[in-house]
């Protein structure tokens, strides 16, 4: 059972242009949903991350959507870069006090063409 | 570098062979987090421990499969009699305790089974 879904599954964006990528969960006891970057070779990299409190947060030129009621949160990168393209997974745990492991999705590739 | 890191960072083996993996997490840290990721998906939980106590493995950790954590420092991820199904990066990831922080990936083991 895949608990968070995430689309698109690639992504071709020009420069300077803005990339979305949504994710839904269906586990409504998912308290905090953070955003991994991964690049070829390399483990993932927290990029941002979100509790269910807020609706919007903003780091930078990423910004996290997130709708409680629709089970539903996206990742926005303003202005995007060259710099930018590597494959995005969105994530989800529980709070468990203890093992937090992470639910991730299928993840997207992003590529920013000049 | 004082990040999580991983070694090998490839391992070839014929199918039938034992394989084992090591990670070395972050100093202070003392949670410790198996994932495996497969071509184009995203990473899936295998097993946590919390110090040197393996406290949780995912129905994905078959019995050929074993991680220890001797005293709560580095860790070892065993595959016995490997399966071309094991072919797959194995990532693991280390935090603090306490409240969903983040979890920081080493650069994965990647094993490809002939």
């Known amino acids: 059972q895949q608990q968070v879904k995430q689309s698109p599954q690639s992504l071709i964006v020009q420069k300077g242009g803005i990339s979305i990528i949504n994710c839904a969960y269906e586990n409504t006891a998912f308290d905090y949903f953070p955003w991994y970057q991964q690049f070829p070779g390399k483990g993932p990299a927290l990029l941002i991350a979100?509790?269910?409190?807020?609706s919007e947060k903003k780091e930078g030129r990423f910004t996290i959507s997130f709708n409680k009621s629709a089970k539903q949160f996206s990742l926005h990168i303003m202005d995007s870069q060259p710099g930018d393209s590597a494959t995005y997974f969105c994530a989800a745990s529980e709070r468990d006090f203890g093992n937090e492991k992470l639910t991730f999705g299928t993840g997207t590739r992003l590529t920013i063409i000049p | 570098d004082t990040g999580v890191s991983q070694n090998p960072r490839h391992k070839i083996t014929k199918r039938g062979q034992n394989v084992t993996f090591r990670c070395d997490p972050i100093?202070?840290?003392?949670?410790l987090y198996w994932y495996r990721q497969t071509l184009g998906q995203g990473p899936e939980f295998l097993t946590y421990?919390?110090?040197?106590?393996?406290?949780?493995k995912s129905r994905l950790l078959s019995d050929r499969f074993s991680a220890e954590r001797p005293k709560g420092s580095f860790s070892t991820l065993e595959i016995q009699r490997t399966e071309q199904g094991d072919s797959a990066m194995y990532l693991c990831?280390?935090?603090?305790?306490?409240?969903?922080?983040?979890?920081?990936f080493g650069p994965g083991t990647r094993l490809t089974v002939t």
């Open positions: 990831a280390s935090t603090t305790a306490g409240g969903h922080v983040e979890q920081y």
């Open positions: 100093s202070e840290h003392n949670r």
């Open positions: 979100i509790r269910p409190d807020v």
């Open positions: 421990f919390q110090n040197e106590a393996q406290l949780e």
